[in-house]
Nanobody, 117 residues
């Protein structure tokens, strides 16, 4: 079992930045890590994923060029750097860890991000 705890969310004005962190209770070395978000009234959607070694990154088009995902396996932590935030980025951001075959999957409790003037 791995517990994931997100932090770093909050209220920010359009154009601002936030850095989300996801700290795991155990080693994340064997897991693909990702960030998902859920806007009010919408389904949870993928934002970004990063491979176990960090060499392969997938970022959805809606945030490409503005968001960056990274990981520090030594600290069991994954990050999401969010720049040039827009109101449509508002939502609850969830951290996910899963094995390559998805036989193991874990979710954090989420952190709220609100982009508003």
């Amino acid at each position: 079992q791995v517990q994931l705890v997100e932090s770093g969310g909050g209220l920010v004005q359009p154009g601002g930045s936030l850095r989300l962190s996801c700290a795991a209770s155990g080693s994340i070395f064997s897991f693909v890590m990702g960030w998902y978000r859920q806007a009010p009234g919408k389904q949870r959607e993928l934002v970004a994923t990063i491979s176990r070694g960090g060499s392969s990154i997938n970022i959805v088009d809606s945030v490409k060029g503005r968001f960056t995902i990274s990981r520090d396996n030594a600290k069991n932590t994954v990050y999401l750097q969010m720049n040039s935030l827009k109101p449509e980025d508002t939502g609850v951001y969830y951290c996910n860890a899963h094995s390559v075959d998805w036989s193991e999957r874990y979710w954090g409790q989420g952190t709220q991000v609100t982009v508003s003037s």
